[in-house]
């Protein structure tokens, strides 16, 4: 457990801190202003995608499903031949359309801000398509306990970006723009590109093309998997989905707040994503596999163990995060991002902004632990019923917040909602069994922990300030 955990957090970890750089390098040269919100617009819909079938509700319904059938081969070239055609279908049509979907975006764009948007919109679209054959190369890889590549590919967008900032360097604003959308389609091929070697390495292709060959003369036999797998897959992704859609609806509803608000909740939402992709995700990643053999295998009570022990670990580590990320927020910002175009009047704002969503890191990074049991348990319908009222939980408080607090109302309506999601999701799990987990010597360690990791935080915020 602790070795494939570490080497998605690792994986993370340079991949992140690949992205600081593209981000510290976008702000300089883009600032918050109306092209930054542009580009992260365009960018905004396709890596809502990426994160709803790479860091959710694919993986969690394809790995049991492909364990299971009988058929692996046929399986999982018709479950990747159906996807993949609907998404290369949306992907024409945003293409074909690029206006109307740039407006379904950002409804608070005016007519020309959405002319000028439309081709970005257009350009990143592409990176949907490949992102997801990446996801399903990346699940058959994690079938097999092969986690490094799909760990440290995502570096590659970033590389990709990154090579785009400095070959648009003193170019136009709009020049910029165009960059750093190919660059987001050349990042896309590079990661599809690694996960075939990968996935041939391993002798995975076998199966797949395989499955291709004999797709049509048994494709029958594999209609019951198949049928299983669309009905599981929709209340998974649904259920998964929920912090992706409430980003998105973020946006959404930023875009008809003043100048430069998409940009501020793009950069906090940056640093917040840093422990919970580092920590959480690449946790889940790494258990769902074991946990789903276990309970399979009607084996709950090493499931649970296991779950314990990933528990008080992911505790710990977010606990950390929360109080660093909440004491510090104002200096992180400040390290990051204040340079160039991006002014001291954009660091506070953003700074607010990060503290309302740091309040939710340690909510939102377990829910998804326990996520996992439910997953495992093929309780899709009821993760689906959580997402939902986390949702209508969101949407009604970021409409309540939207006109007193502004673009930070929207930051705290997402924490919020992610608590009640929290609470939603444990009650679901077992509220039992979840606090038997608190008997335990950790609970201790975790409670004097918060006082003195508070303080070590204050005194390295009035250090630092000294030379702020």
Request: net charge positive; glycine share 6%; proline share 2%.
């Amino acid at each position: 457990m602790i070795r494939a955990i570490f080497t998605n957090s690792f994986g993370i970890l340079v991949s992140r801190i690949l992205g600081f750089i593209r981000d510290l390098m976008t702000a300089a040269a883009l600032g918050a202003n109306i092209y930054s919100d542009i580009f992260f617009i365009a960018f905004k819909l396709p890596n809502l995608f990426r994160r709803i079938f790479a860091e959710g509700a694919f993986t969690q319904v394809f790995i049991p499903a492909f364990a299971r059938s009988i058929h692996k081969s046929v399986f999982s070239a018709n479950i990747f031949l159906l996807f993949s055609s609907i998404i290369l279908i949306i992907t024409l049509l945003v293409n074909l359309l690029p206006a109307l979907a740039t407006k379904l975006i950002a409804v608070g764009f005016n007519d020309a801000t959405i002319e000028l948007a439309a081709p970005f919109v257009a350009i990143n679209f592409w990176y949907l398509p490949l992102i997801f054959m990446v996801t399903f190369l990346s699940t058959m890889l994690q079938y097999k306990h092969h986690f490094a590549t799909s760990a440290f590919s995502t570096a590659l967008l970033n590389i990709s970006l990154i090579l785009a900032l400095i070959l648009s360097k003193d170019k136009s604003q709009s020049e910029i723009v165009y960059y750093l959308s190919f660059g987001v389609v050349i990042g896309g091929i590079a990661q599809l590109a690694v996960h075939i070697i990968a996935v041939k390495k391993l002798g995975l292709m076998g199966i797949l093309l395989g499955g291709f060959k004999y797709l049509r003369v048994k494709s029958k036999i594999i209609k019951k998997d198949t049928r299983k797998f669309r009905r599981e897959f929709f209340p998974a992704m649904w259920g998964n989905s929920t912090a992706q859609i409430s980003g998105f609806l973020d946006t959404f509803l930023a875009s008809v707040l003043t100048a430069g608000s998409i940009s501020y909740l793009y950069y906090a939402n940056r640093i917040f994503q840093l422990p919970l992709a580092l920590f959480a995700i690449a946790t889940s990643i790494a258990l769902f596999p074991q946990i789903s053999k276990y309970l399979k295998n009607s084996d709950e009570k090493k499931a649970l163990a296991f779950l314990t022990k990933a528990f008080w670990f992911l505790a710990f580590l977010l606990t950390m995060s929360t109080l660093g990320g909440y004491i510090l927020a104002y200096e992180m910002v400040h390290f990051f991002f204040e340079r160039g175009a991006f002014t001291a009047e954009n660091t506070q704002t953003t700074t607010t902004v990060l503290q309302m969503y740091m309040i939710g890191l340690l909510p939102f990074g377990l829910q998804k632990l326990f996520l996992l049991w439910i997953y495992a348990k093929q309780m899709q319908l009821r993760a689906a019923k959580i997402a939902t009222i986390s949702l209508v939980f969101y949407v009604a408080l970021s409409l309540a917040l939207i006109k007193p607090m502004g673009v930070e109302g929207l930051a705290f309506a997402t924490t919020a909602s992610g608590i009640v999601g929290f609470i939603l999701t444990i009650k679901a799990f077992g509220t039992k069994d979840f606090f038997s987990m608190f008997h335990s010597k950790y609970s201790l360690y975790l409670l004097v922990s918060i006082p003195i990791l508070s303080i070590i935080f204050l005194i390295i915020k009035r250090f630092l300030h000294a030379y702020i």
